[in-house]
């Protein structure tokens, strides 16, 4: 076999172009094919390991995976937002552990903000219920205006702590409306998580409504020390409405400001058996028009819901594989007739009717092979690629994206393929072999 095999690759070599090419097209085949199902698992791998841990998603009565895609992966825009009381009478319900309120609207240079509490970081879950962890700084004040980014955020943008910051109105990367009369800054930054948390900037829920508020006293302004001081050139009589008013301001000024209204909250159970009963009296909640969802449960619909696309693509993929099988199958079958003289010679020197046989076979497989292997190298390149693009644009990470047993299974599936097509061709080659004997004939 070895004999075989090596006049295999030189009959190969003598017909370079062809054989090149004839190659290629196995390479792009295979490439297609790799690409299409390592993407799709890597996308499915990166969709589940973003949020774990989380029983319910609460939010306005939307569709549930425009809910889901919204909240978890930051895609697309909340079609109706829930009330800041049907959230604390959500978070209050007795069979509640934990709640955590998610306002989006605002952004930062194209980068989603997230206005939440310091729940957020002590109960969001990703992977395998991995906690969120604080690399650099610390976690904001729920009543300033501080941020936390996301690894990728401060990576991109070049951010550290101390960095000030504005935040702009939607979700666009140029914004014509800048939040500018308030500054951010920031305190913490995350460590990476390959999930939408390392685009988003996050901020405090009292935050988002201090931006967007519009009365004349605000959170954090000073405007009681000019007052403080036009009181003290008042005269001695006025002192005491002075210290009365003075600490009037005082109290207005540290009055917490609590949102109207927020697009969704995670909410996690005291017991996952309660989670259906959850959901049903959410969905019927009196007082507002509601929606409850599992977030595995709606994962696993939108997989339903793409899995006649991906099933098509796969059908495509394949079938071009055969196509890519088919052009060795041509390009020995285009050859065979001009190679009925090399046949002879090779009889000649004593090769038998089955050498010639398995000559045939072991080109084609060798063909497939170099193709194959050739084809995985491109898919892992092409990959390597457009994963930090995916990631910076869509913010999920393509996960699992290294050499596995799959490519090895799809190398050997493709010679063998191409080895059991070739049978045909090996056939009409012993034929002419036989009926040649030790020269051509016409």
Known sequence: MTTIFNLAWKSISARKTTAMLTILAVALSVALFLGVEKTRHAARTSFEST??????????????????????????????????????????????????????????????????????????????????????GHTFDPHALEVVLGSKVAQKLGYDLGTELTLSHGVGDVSFHEHDKQ????????????????????????????????????????????????HHEKADDHHH?????????????HEHLEPTSINAAFVGLKSRGAVLRFN?????????????????????????????????????????????????????????????REMAILRSVGARPLHIF????????????????IGVVVT???????????SN????ELKDLGFSSFEIVTILTVTLFSA??????????????????LSIRV
Do not use: C
């Not at 931006?211 to 036009?230: C, F």
């Not at 398995?358 to 292997?373: D, K, R, T, W």
């Open 51 to 136: 949020i774990s841990g989380v029983d319910a998603i609460v939010g306005g009565r939307t569709g549930p995976i425009n809910l889901l895609l919204f909240s978890v992966f930051r895609i697309g825009d909340a079609t109706s937002p829930m009330s800041w009381e049907s959230y604390e009478a959500i978070s209050r319900r007795p069979d509640v552990a934990w709640a955590i309120p998610i306002s989006l609207g605002d952004s930062h240079k194209g980068f989603r903000v997230l206005g939440t509490s310091p729940a957020y970081f002590e109960h969001y879950q990703y992977g395998s219920k991995q906690n969120l962890t604080v690399k650099k």
């Open 393 to 396: 644009q869509y913010g999920l």
């Open 358 to 373: 398995s000559l045939i076979i072991a080109e084609s497989a060798l063909l497939a092979f170099a193709g194959a292997v």
């Open 183 to 230: 500054k951010f800054k920031v305190v913490g930054i995350l460590a990476p998580t390959g999930t939408p948390v390392d685009q988003t900037v996050h901020v405090s829920l009292e935050a988002i409504e201090r931006i967007h508020d519009t009365s004349p006293v605000k959170l954090g302004e000073h405007a009681h020390e000019d007052e403080h001081e036009e």
């Open 420 to 437: 059991l097509m070739s049978l045909w061709p090996a056939a009409r080659a012993l034929k002419s072999a036989l009926s040649d004997g």
């Open 380 to 390: 892992h390149i092409l990959l390597a690629v457009l994963a930090p693009w995916v």
């Open 280 to 340: 049903r009296e959410v969905n019927t909640y009196p007082r507002e028009a509601l929606l409850s969802i599992m977030p595995g449960m709606t994962l696993s619909s939108l997989w339903s819901v793409i899995g006649s696309a991906e099933n098509a693509l796969k059908a495509i993929s394949v079938f071009v594989i055969f196509v890519g099988l088919a052009t060795i199958l041509i390009s020995i079958f285009t050859t065979l007739n001009e190679r009925r």
């Open 241 to 253: 409405e002075h210290e009365h008013e003075h600490e009037h301001e005082h109290e207005h000024e």
